[in-house]
């Protein structure tokens, strides 16, 4: 199974059972493709220990869950890594929106245990809030990775956010209602997996709920999915023969007409992109400025500590030496009387 085309069927089934379509997003080396493949259970993404990222592009892959549930999983090159250095960011915003098709169920955003959350994470989780609006929150389930590592330390993921995690971290948490799951994807345990995706799958469950059974759509989702059903339609009529010159024609024009819509919503959203990060890389410098200057004043009181404290020993070493002299003037006057 997997992959994605634009000929399939666009109208999936009004029943519990109709497909659910998650997205992985996080920073690179958190383990996203590894917790897609656990979630798979089998190795779909590419998957491996890197000091870059491995996934460089949009991809859908797809499985059926033991109760007969379809879910449709993607996995991303890090599209909020928080890095306006990409030029792909919009196009593959544009595709990862393109293979969600109907909408998205849940949003995983994956950290992993192993690396600390850093400034840049909690400015990819603010560009996501400002990019797709804050009712994104509603379908954010939090994903730890590298599960293997608390239980090396004999440790409980409640016990590691209790005394290793960090207020912004603590926030992103309290903004996703608590809804938050550990994997580890190097165990061979398969009941150890199962129960992983199990718990996962109900906190998907849960976000659908809330949401009144309605994935997380928004006017791109609209306009991609008008423009797809036009192609979808064009290729199915190219597909026939005996049309004239001028029906295929009129189609040729149709696909320009899909092709400028599709590169005009590009535009769009990279612009959206490069004014979110744009706005967040202020807010960052600013952040570091205000540190940096905290810093320096620490740095001076800590110096002007340092000084008060050499000056009060020298005062001291003198007021010894003063002490000291007298004793022996005192002494040699004792001596001279008797």
Not at 48 to 63: A, H, I, W, Y
Not at 146 to 174: F, H, M, Q, W
Not at 278 to 297: D, G, H, P, V, Y
């Amino acid at each position: 199974m997997g992959g994605c085309s634009m000929d399939d069927d666009w109208e999936l089934p009004a029943s519990s059972s109709e497909a659910r379509t998650i997205v992985l997003l996080g920073r690179t080396g958190n383990g996203k493709s590894a917790t897609g493949n656990s979630i798979l259970g089998r190795r779909a993404f590419k998957s491996r220990f890197s000091s870059t990222g491995v996934t460089s592009t949009c991809e859908l892959q797809t499985t059926v869950l033991r109760d007969g549930q379809v879910l449709n999983v993607i996995d991303t090159p890090g599209l909020f890594d928080f890095s306006p250095g990409s030029e792909n960011a919009g196009k593959e915003i544009i595709k990862c929106i393109d293979l969600a098709k109907d909408g998205i169920h849940a949003v995983l955003l994956v950290f992993s245990i192993r690396n600390r959350f850093s400034k840049e994470e909690e400015a990819a989780v603010q560009s996501l809030q400002t990019f797709f609006g804050e009712k994104i929150i509603n379908y954010m389930i939090v994903v730890f990775t590298s599960a293997d590592a608390l239980e090396d330390d004999d440790e409980t993921l409640e016990n590691y956010l209790g005394r290793e995690c960090p207020k912004p971290l603590k926030e992103v948490i309290n903004l996703c209602k608590n809804r938050l799951v550990l994997f580890d994807n190097k165990t061979k345990d398969e009941s150890l997996r199962g129960e992983q995706v199990q718990q996962l799958t109900s906190l998907v469950n849960t976000v659908i709920k809330e949401n009144g059974g309605q994935p997380y759509s928004d006017e791109l989702f609209d306009e991609i999915k008008k423009g797809a059903m036009k192609l979808h339609d064009q290729e199915q009529v190219e597909s026939l023969e005996g049309y004239s010159e001028k029906e295929k024609s009129r189609i040729q024009e149709m696909y320009r007409l899909y092709e400028e819509q599709l590169s005009r919503i590009t535009e769009m959203v990279e612009l959206k992109l490069r004014e979110t990060t744009q706005r967040l890389e202020q807010q960052l410098a600013e952040e570091q400025a205000a540190r940096m200057k905290a810093e320096e004043i620490a740095q001076k009181a800590q110096m002007k500590s340092s000084n008060e404290i050499h000056e009060l020993r020298r005062s001291l070493e003198r007021a010894q030496k003063e002490t000291e002299e007298l004793r022996l003037k005192a002494a040699s006057g004792r001596c001279a009387i008797l």
